[in-house]
């Protein structure tokens, strides 16, 4: 008597993949470690119950798996089938699918360490993080910060990574860019340590631009101290006012 092969059982979609597949969507690609500090906070290593689940959504078609050929990093991208389950729910974005461009791994530093800040606003309770592939894509801003978070239903606040030296022509560009553009409460640059100083110094609008150091803003968070050349303020107090 012939054996019967059971049909294959479909996966069944999460809440919490439907997040990671939209992040990925958004901004990409996600390595491995920003995925489990997103989605998996707090869990042992032990339990590998993110790579469990990662590799069960590789497997289902879900997402791909690719590698930098700049620094060797494995990353992980939105598949047919992922991009396909977000545009049934309306969660594309109007976004299509991402494919690897000559700009991943020139660029791949920079959207690593947003992707690395949008999970920190995360933890902070922000979750409105509207990404600069929406801004550029969707939305065709002349000037696009590197994101864009809706604070409380009505503060507009503008995220700007600085992670290398542009020119000081380049950087007037920009504050005079944000000076005359008024749909942002705040602008606020993350930026490498180094840069601080000498980005303070420059002539901006003080009321609305504002600094911080990045590795400052991922140790201390909501006890980051964002500063220009007039005051300074710790960010709990935009959270809870």
């Not at 390595?31 to 993110?50: D, M, V």
């Not at 005079?176 to 901006?204: G, P, Q, T």
Request: proline share 2%; aromatic share 12%; charged share 35%.
């Amino acid at each position: 008597m012939e054996e019967i092969e059971k049909p294959e059982e479909s996966l069944v979609i999460t809440p919490r993949d439907v997040d990671l597949l939209r992040m990925i969507h958004e901004h990409r690609y996600s390595p491995y470690n920003h995925i489990e500090t997103a989605f998996w906070p707090g869990r042992s290593t032990q339990a590998n119950g993110c790579y469990r689940r990662i590799e069960i959504l590789v497997d289902g078609g879900y997402l791909a798996r690719d590698r930098s050929r700049k620094n060797g990093q494995v990353v992980y991208l939105l598949a047919q089938k992922g991009f396909q389950e977000l545009k049934t729910r309306g969660l594309d974005q109007g976004l299509v699918l991402y494919r690897k461009t000559k700009d991943f791994d020139r660029n791949i530093d920079h959207d690593l360490k947003v992707l690395t800040l949008r999970i920190k606003f995360r933890e902070m309770g922000i979750h409105d993080w509207r990404c600069e592939r929406i801004l550029k894509e969707k939305d065709y801003l002349k000037r696009i910060p590197d994101g864009v978070v809706l604070l409380k239903g009505k503060y507009n606040l503008a995220i700007e990574l600085e992670n290398s030296l542009k020119t000081k022509s380049r950087y007037r560009e920009i504050f005079s860019y944000y000076r005359e553009n008024k749909d942002y409460s705040l602008i606020l640059f993350v930026v490498d340590d180094e840069l601080k100083e000498w980005l303070i110094a420059m002539d901006y609008d003080p009321q609305r631009v504002w600094f911080a150091g990045y590795t400052d803003l991922l140790k201390m968070k909501e006890r980051t101290v964002f500063e220009n050349r007039h005051e300074r303020f710790e960010f709990s107090r935009i959270l809870t006012r």
